[in-house]
């Protein structure tokens, strides 16, 4: 039962969960010279061990500033390699700019305690599953003041081979801080630039 249950969780958790309702077309951007990215993630991901009840999980932060750095300059990266002026804004800033990108941490469908970005490990019927690394999102686009996609969403999941999760992050060996890192940040590079080429950017 634990290998049929870990088997259907790998394979649920190693898709990637997208959707856009509309995407950008030429004409949208025709007038878009400068853009605007509100980033509302958190400073840092979450790191949480799901328990079989809300009194057995474990909640930490990966305390290191790389990573929100890495979701802004890979949305820089690209609207930059598309020929557009991008800065990363306070919302106030927002009438200053032709079209406005906001980035808006999301759960993943269904799984608990997956807002945004980090690492997580679930409970089944008291069984852990698998380990994975995460980045869940909205990217919200505002040309001219309308709202012009209400729904693009974007998860990526990975399943990097790390495990059981301690308590907390500094208890997970380097070796495996490691190989976590790697997978966070490829997660957060594939899935920012996928949503974003869904969305006509």
Known sequence: MRAILKISFLLV??????ACATSLKQ?????VKTVGVINGF????????VGTTIFNNEYDKINEPAYKDLLEKTVLDRLSAKGFQASI????????FDMILEIVPRDIYE????DGYGI???????????AFSYISLNVVPTIHGNMMCAACYMAK????????LPSSWQELSPQH??????????????GINEVMLKMGL
């Open 111 to 114: 799984t608990p305690e997956t």
């Open 120 to 130: 997580n490990q679930q409970s089944i019927l008291g069984m852990r599953m698998p």
């Open 27 to 31: 004409q949208d951007l025709a007038n």
């Open 157 to 164: 999941i990975t399943n990097p081979d790390i495990g059981d």
């Open 42 to 49: 958190p400073e840092t991901p979450h790191y949480v061990v």
């Open 89 to 96: 804004i306070r919302k106030e800033q927002s009438d200053n």
């Open 177 to 190: 801080q490691d190989i976590a890192r790697k997978s966070l940040n490829e997660n957060i590079v594939t």
């Open 13 to 18: 958790v190693g898709f990637l969960l997208s």
